[in-house]
């Protein structure tokens, strides 16, 4: 598979109604919806001739650009804060993508898109609306944008006969610099403490939920302490074998020894040293570093990692870029004063957080 990168914001292809494929959904965020293609013929090209997406072979077959072979496809939605794919796509590009290894991240590969593209995208989601079909409810109703010119072919992270595939949100691997001293909370857990309270929401739990674990956890060093932050994030992993108690076993030496999330702590930190409350929401490396905050961790698993010997494939992706329009940049310095002011991150919030709730590592209970 070709692996080239596109290149000062390049299209590598057009997708129009004609194109040859189909797309079936498969996951969706605030943002963006993802695609699964497919060829009407279940042909790929395979050789180098870019750009014949529309084009037959000799026989008549429709030929699909190879490129599009391992690939997803993502969408943006048509909601008003969510940035244009081309300025994100610039962004991740000049000062997301020389952060990391190229094997590190999942590979995005900007391509043009029309209406009636979109239309038959849109058209693929409201299917998804029907009864007994995939699309949460709390996303009916909202479509794709029909005047957004790209998408993004990413690598698909997907499971497959040998390997199992999860994906979790790293959030905030280091603690917040506006924090006070002596917090018994992070930042994610103090935010979801905070959450929770506020809305009545059933607690978060170490084993039940994969929100529940706190990001600090990951990147201790303590086997004993990565431990019930990873069981969770396994237990709804695609394609796990059912014992999942030896897959956690074979996964966890893994993630104790795991360079990728330690570079992404540590960049979260170089990026933010001083806090939202003490800089410019619109600086590029604020804006960086909150893109980094909210990326979301995709790995994929062989069934039989030890046996077999393959590799653990971990990639970083959703590296969107995080503007402070639309109201966003007075949201993020309201909540941090919020979680400042009432006690959360210290935990002496005036309706204490339960019992049973996610304990985070900084409250010096993890024994």
Known sequence: MVTTRSKGAETILTLDQDTPVRVRYHAEGAANVVFIITSTRNFFSNDDDYGTVGTTTDDGIPRIDVRLRGKLLRLRKDVPSVTPVLDSHRHYEQHIEPLFPAE????????????????????????????????????????????????????????????????????????????????????????????????NTKPSTFGHDSRGFCPLTLVSGDRTVIRPSLEPILVKAIGAPLNILDFVNQTLPYFHDLYLLRLL??????????GILKVDSSD??????????????????????????????????????????????????????????????????????????????????HD
């Open 284 to 365: 590029v490396e604020f804006m960086t570093a909150m893109a980094l905050r909210d990326c979301t961790f995709f790995l994929k698993i062989p069934n039989q990692y030890e046996k077999s010997g393959a590799r653990i494939e971990a990639r970083l992706g959703d590296l969107d870029l995080k503007t402070p329009d639309g109201g966003k940049g007075d949201y993020w310095r309201e909540t941090e004063q919020q979680l400042i002011d009432e006690g959360w991150y210290t935990a002496t919030e005036k309706r204490p957080a339960p019992k049973g709730r996610c304990i985070c590592l900084l409250s010096g209970n």
């Open 104 to 199: 590190s991240l999942v590979e995005q590969l900007l391509c043009n898109i029309t209406p009636g593209f979109v239309r038959k995208c849109n058209a693929a989601l409201r299917t998804e609306e029907e009864p007994l079909m995939k699309r949460p409810k709390k996303r009916h109703g909202v479509n794709l944008s029909e005047t957004e010119c790209h998408g993004l072919l990413i690598t698909d992270m997907t499971c497959d006969e040998k390997h199992a595939s999860t994906e979790f949100k790293p959030k905030w691997l280091v603690q917040s610099p506006s924090a006070p001293p002596g917090s018994k909370r992070c930042r994610t857990c103090a935010l979801r403490a905070m959450r929770d309270v506020k809305s």
């Open 265 to 274: 702590r540590d960049l979260q930190a170089e990026k933010d040293p001083k």
